[in-house]
């Protein structure tokens, strides 16, 4: 398997059960949504660039307790600035909400993890088109 140019940071399980062998993953079983959000900002301010929109989809931030997002797997040494916003305007955009998830039972936590599943491989191809493989 030759190494990736990118990363995928995730608090989703099944991401994690289905790509474990094919992509570098950052899996942290028990983060919020907000808490995997902070941590993709963690990232950015270490010199990762965003390759996925933190808020992809068409679930809302606050519906869903799962979010993968694509960075890149080398840092760099300047801190990419459109990445810093996006990330930035994504916890805004979570924070705003008055809106908070409920207690979901297991088959809506299931839905939810396989959106997110869906989302973050339909960016893979592109991802490894592009040359970052």
Known sequence: MSAKAY????NNPLVKERLDESVELY??????HRDLLERVRDFVHKGYRIL????????KPWETPYRSVMITAEKEDKIDISSLEMIEQAIFAL???????VVLNEKVLVDFQLIDLS???SALP???????H
């Open 52 to 59: 996925t929109h933190p808020l992809a989809g068409s679930v």
């Open 7 to 10: 990363k995928v940071v995730t």
């Open 126 to 132: 592109s991802a490894e088109a592009q040359g970052r």
């Open 95 to 101: 924070e705003k909400s008055k809106a908070r998830p």
């Open 27 to 32: 899996f942290f079983e028990e983060d919020t």
């Open 119 to 121: 989302l973050i491989q």
